[in-house]
C-alpha cells in the first residue's frame, strides 16, 4: 500500500471518529455508512474497469467513501438548519445542494472538500468531492476520479433509500457525453448491480 494512501486511510477513519452520534438529529450514520462504503467499491470498480492507473482507481475508492463527509459535519453542526434543508429538499424545493447553500450558506459538498482541504488530503481527492453533484463544473474531458465518484454516487441512488434520494443526485448525462463515455453505462450499471447485490447479502 503506497504511503499516500495510508495517509487517506487513516484520516478518513480521523475523521469519521470526530462525529458524537448522539447529536446526528435528521441523521442514519448507519445508512451513510452503507452508501459511502458502496460508493467506494463501485468507484473503485468503475476506475478499474475504464483501466485507469493503480493511483487513480485508489483514489476513487477513497473519494467513493468520503463524498458525503460534508453530511456528517452539517448535521453534526447544524443539525436544526441541516434537518430544515432535508425536509426543503424531499418536498421539491430544489436539489439537496440547492437548499443547503440557502439554508445554511453553503453545500454538503463544499463542506466535505473544505475539510478534507484542511486535512491535507490530495487535490485530486477534493476535487471529487467537491463536484460531484456537478461534475460538468470541472474541466476535465476524460475519465477522471470525479467520474468514478459522481458515477458510483448517483447509480447506487437510482436502487438505495438514501437520505438524499429525490435531492438531485442524478446521473449527469451531459458531462457523461462530454467524455463520450454513454456507452459504458450499461457495464457500469452492471457493476452498481452486482455491488448492490453483494452488500445487501452481506447485511
Known amino acids: 500500500m503506497g504511503s ?5 486511510l487513516v484520516v478518513s477513519a480521523s475523521i469519521f471518529s470526530m462525529f458524537d452520534r ?29 483501466k485507469a492507473e493503480t ?9 467513493g467513501l468520503l463524498h458525503d463527509i ?19 429538499a424531499k418536498e421539491g424545493a430544489g436539489t439537496l445542494c440547492e437548499v443547503e447553500k440557502r439554508v445554511i450558506g453553503a453545500s454538503h459538498a463544499e463542506f466535505g472538500a473544505y475539510l478534507l482541504n ?3 488530503l490530495p487535490e485530486l481527492l477534493v476535487e471529487a ?30 436502487v438505495e433509500e438514501y437520505e438524499s434520494t ?24 452492471k457493476l452498481r448491480d452486482d455491488t448492490w447485490r453483494e452488500q445487501k447479502h452481506g447485511e
Open 22 to 50: 448522539a447529536v446526528l438529529k435528521h441523521f442514519s450514520m448507519e445508512r451513510f455508512w452503507a452508501h459511502s462504503q458502496a460508493a467506494s467499491k463501485l468507484a473503485g470498480a468503475i476506475a478499474s474497469a475504464e
Open 4 to 8: 499516500e494512501m495510508l495517509k487517506m
Open 129 to 158: 468531492v467537491a463536484w460531484h453533484h456537478l461534475p460538468q463544473m470541472c474541466p476535465h474531458n476524460s475519465f477522471h476520479i470525479l467520474t468514478g465518484v459522481h458515477v458510483a454516487d448517483a447509480l447506487l441512488q437510482e
Open 166 to 189: 429525490a435531492a438531485g443526485a442524478a446521473l449527469d448525462l451531459e458531462y457523461i457525453g462530454r467524455l463520450n463515455l454513454l456507452h459504458r453505462l450499461p457495464d457500469w450499471r
Open 70 to 88: 460534508g453530511r456528517v459535519l452539517m448535521a453534526s453542526s447544524f443539525p436544526a438548519q441541516f434537518g430544515e434543508a432535508q425536509r426543503l
Open 118 to 120: 484542511l486535512w491535507g
Open 55 to 63: 493511483s487513480v482507481v485508489e483514489t476513487a475508492r477513497m473519494g
